[in-house]
């Protein structure tokens, strides 16, 4: 968990589907899946190691805690300015530390 001011603190997820393809210098990112809890879902860039091959992008998907109670679907995307080598592969950080791996089409 992470805090910066008087935001919510944001939570690593653990989407259970996640699609990413490349064109022209955007790589579009799209993740869903069922959390109990929270609210503010998004995708968050993370920093990629220069040296990963084959070109790798790394990311989280990330939420605020809410009270609400029950498990709710979401459904996040997003779309981010690629420059150097296109990515072939999706590194997703995990809740508990660990990444998936997943191709980029």
């Not at 995708?43 to 220069?50: A, Y």
């Amino acid at each position: 968990m992470k805090t910066g001011g008087d935001a919510l603190p944001t939570v690593l997820l653990d989407p259970e589907t996640v699609t990413a393809t490349y064109h022209d210098g955007v790589l579009t990112v799209t993740a869903s899946g069922e959390e109990d809890g929270f609210q503010n879902i998004r995708i968050v860039r993370l920093p990629s190691p220069e040296t990963i091959v084959p070109a790798t992008f790394c990311c989280s998907v990330q939420g605020e805690p809410t009270p609400a109670i029950g498990m709710f679907p979401y459904r996040v995307g997003g779309t981010f300015d690629v420059a150097g080598e296109a990515p072939r592969v999706l590194e997703l950080r995990t809740r508990l530390g660990a990444w998936r791996t997943f191709p980029i089409g």
